[in-house]
């Protein structure tokens, strides 16, 4: 069982939390988050983390391992997911990496290109020039120099923009030419699951339930806590994320506290939508619908079998 690894994605709230953790009962796995937001520590609530009591039951890598006011890059997550799988392995264990970040799934298994980590010197360059002359004006900048990457980038993505630009300016070439390059993806037996609902409306009304229940358990004032501390702002990639989002406009009085729950309802839709377009796309995925009775026997079952 030493090359073998478990995957098991699916959009927000579909129930990936509570099959993994059935699955770590009665199989020797370990859980690897697989998670964008879960990696920042102090953002609890609003990332649906398992509780302090939930992971000393069932403990889960690659939560709480950066601060909110750093940028946790995809690039980062592939140096350090291959470290804990050696880990998991080496104890006679098998990796099981559990989340939602397709992005994170698809460095996993096609590799990342070699890029060069971000430099806060040249974003902070970047930032003022965008504050001075507007991103649109940045966006005709890399028109200029990477058209390819450009067609791809929307005028208003400011993120993507700073990155290509910030990669041309550290090394010279448009971020376009590096795609071609990867590093190599992980070489393990993967069996490889998908939870895709049958019923988007089903699935729809569990995010609106799960957001009003996350705001009963004190998201707001999770928010404005982490907003307290003097380096932590809404324009941090960590608060960019949904529903964190929506509650920062609310602090800052952008927005009303019921029009920050719609919002985040909606982007949090949205996100599922992303997510089920991505997992239809995945030839290689065994698809199982997590609204079905039988869903937990049958992922038990696919489990079992691949195990053994």
Same mark, same amino acid.
């Given at each position: 069982?030493?090359?073998?690894?478990? =995957?098991?994605?699916?959009?927000?709230?579909?129930?990936?939390?509570?099959?993994?953790?059935? *699955?770590?009962?009665?199989?020797?796995?370990?859980?690897?988050?697989?998670?964008?937001?879960?990696?920042?520590?102090?953002? +609890?609530?609003?990332?649906?983390?398992?509780?302090?009591?939930? *992971?000393?039951?069932?403990?889960?890598?690659?939560?709480?391992?950066?601060?909110?006011?750093?940028?946790?890059?995809?690039?980062?997550?592939?140096?350090?997911?291959?470290?804990?799988?050696?880990?998991?392995?080496?104890?006679?264990?098998?990796?099981? *990496? !559990?989340?939602?970040? =397709? =992005?994170?799934?698809?460095?996993?298994?096609?590799?990342?290109?070699?890029?060069? #980590?971000?430099?806060?010197?040249?974003?902070?360059?970047?930032?003022?020039?965008?504050?001075?002359?507007?991103?649109?004006?940045?966006?005709?900048?890399?028109?200029?120099?990477?058209?390819?990457?450009?067609?791809?980038? $929307?005028?208003? $993505?400011?993120?993507?923009?700073?990155?290509? &630009?910030?990669?041309?300016?550290?090394?010279?070439?448009?971020?376009? #030419?590096?795609?071609?390059?990867?590093?190599?993806?992980?070489? @393990?037996?993967? *069996?490889? &699951?998908?939870?895709?609902?049958?019923?988007?409306?089903?699935? @729809?009304?569990?995010?609106?339930?799960?957001? +009003?229940? =996350?705001?009963?358990?004190? &998201?707001?004032?999770?928010?404005?806590?982490?907003?307290?501390?003097?380096?932590?702002?809404? #324009?941090?990639?960590?608060?960019?994320?949904?529903? @964190?989002?929506?509650? %920062?406009?609310?602090?800052?009085?952008? %927005?009303?506290?019921?029009?920050?729950?719609?919002?985040?309802?909606?982007?949090?839709?949205?996100?599922?939508?992303?997510?089920?377009?991505?997992? /239809?796309?995945?030839?290689?995925?065994?698809? !199982?619908?997590?609204?079905? /009775?039988? #869903?937990?026997?049958?992922?038990?079952? /696919?489990?079992?079998?691949?195990?053994?």
């Amino acid at each position: 069982m030493e090359n073998k690894i478990i =995957m098991l994605k699916g959009p927000t709230a579909c129930g990936k939390t509570d099959h993994a953790s059935k *699955l770590v009962k009665n199989h020797p796995l370990e859980i690897i988050s697989v998670d964008s937001v879960m990696v920042y520590k102090g953002l +609890d609530i609003g990332s649906a983390k398992p509780t302090s009591e939930e *992971l000393k039951l069932c403990p889960h890598h690659l939560i709480d391992v950066c601060e909110p006011t750093e940028n946790y890059s995809a690039g980062e997550f592939y140096q350090d997911v291959q470290q804990v799988i050696q880990s998991i392995i080496r104890k006679g264990k098998i990796p099981f *990496l !559990v989340g939602g970040t =397709m =992005m994170y799934f698809r460095v996993l298994e096609r590799g990342i290109s070699q890029l060069p #980590s971000a430099n806060p010197t040249v974003r902070k360059q970047i930032d003022s020039e965008a504050a001075a002359n507007g991103w649109a004006k940045l966006h005709q900048e890399l028109q200029r120099i990477d058209p390819t990457a450009a067609k791809k980038i $929307d005028p208003s $993505d400011k993120q993507r923009i700073q990155r290509a &630009l910030e990669v041309h300016r550290i090394t010279g070439k448009p971020i376009s #030419s590096f795609h071609g390059e990867h590093k190599q993806p992980i070489d @393990y037996q993967r *069996l490889n &699951l998908s939870l895709v609902p049958s019923k988007r409306d089903i699935l @729809y009304k569990r995010i609106e339930n799960r957001f +009003d229940a =996350m705001l009963d358990q004190g &998201l707001v004032s999770e928010v404005g806590h982490l907003l307290s501390k003097n380096s932590l702002t809404s #324009s941090h990639n960590s608060m960019k994320s949904v529903g @964190y989002k929506q509650i %920062c406009e609310f602090i800052e009085n952008k %927005c009303s506290l019921d029009e920050a729950r719609a919002k985040a309802v909606v982007a949090t839709r949205r996100l599922a939508k992303r997510q089920l377009t991505w997992l /239809r796309s995945d030839t290689d995925s065994l698809v !199982v619908d997590p609204l079905h /009775r039988k #869903s937990e026997v049958d992922i038990e079952g /696919r489990v079992s079998q691949f195990l053994n």
